[in-house]
C-alpha cells in the first residue's frame, strides 16, 4: 500500500475558542489513531501547522475533511508526496494555547524545545526545512 506525507498549514475563524482548539485537537488524534495515520500538528488557538503520514488514499481523505471543517478558513497544501515509510511513530498534537485543558498525553504544550522532542531523530531534509519555517514565522525562533 502506497504512503504518502502532507505538510499543511491551516487557520482557523475567528470563533475558535481555546476550549475549542483542545476538543478540535482531541478529535483529531482520535480520528488518526483510529484510520492509522501518523504524524505531528503544531498549532496555537488559531494556526496549525500539520504533518499527515500513511496510506495514500487516506492521508487525502483526512485531508479534504479538515479542509471543509467549517472552522477552517484557510488552508495551505506545502507538500504532498510519496514516502517509502513513515517518519512518524505517531500522531501527536502540541497546542500554544492561551489555556490549558487536560485532554491527556497525547496534547502537548508547544514550546521550541518539545517541538524539537517531538521530531524524528533524523527527519528528511524536506521536513526538516519546513519546520524551521514553522518555528521563525509561527514561534518567533531563529532558524539555526
Not at 20 to 48: K, P, W
Not at 51 to 74: I, N, R
Not at 112 to 132: D, G, N, Y
Amino acid at each position: 500500500m502506497p504512503l504518502s506525507q502532507l505538510i499543511y498549514t491551516s487557520t482557523c475563524t475567528a470563533e475558535l475558542t481555546p476550549k475549542l482548539s483542545h476538543e478540535m485537537s482531541y478529535q483529531s488524534i482520535q480520528v488518526c489513531q483510529q484510520l492509522g495515520l501518523t504524524g505531528r500538528v503544531f498549532a496555537n488557538d488559531i494556526t496549525a501547522f500539520a504533518m499527515t503520514e500513511g496510506p495514500t488514499e487516506l492521508v487525502k481523505k483526512y485531508y479534504h475533511a479538515v479542509s471543509v471543517d467549517p472552522l477552517v478558513e484557510t488552508i495551505l497544501l506545502h507538500v504532498d508526496r510519496p514516502i517509502p515509510k513513515r517518519e512518524f511513530s505517531d500522531y501527536r498534537v502540541l497546542l500554544n494555547s492561551k489555556e490549558r485543558y487536560d485532554y491527556g498525553p497525547a496534547i502537548g504544550v508547544l514550546t521550541p524545545e518539545t517541538l524539537e522532542q517531538a521530531l524524528p531523530s533524523h527527519p528528511s531534509s524536506r521536513l526538516r526545512i519546513m519546520v524551521e519555517a514553522f518555528k521563525e514565522d509561527v514561534l518567533g525562533v531563529e532558524a539555526i
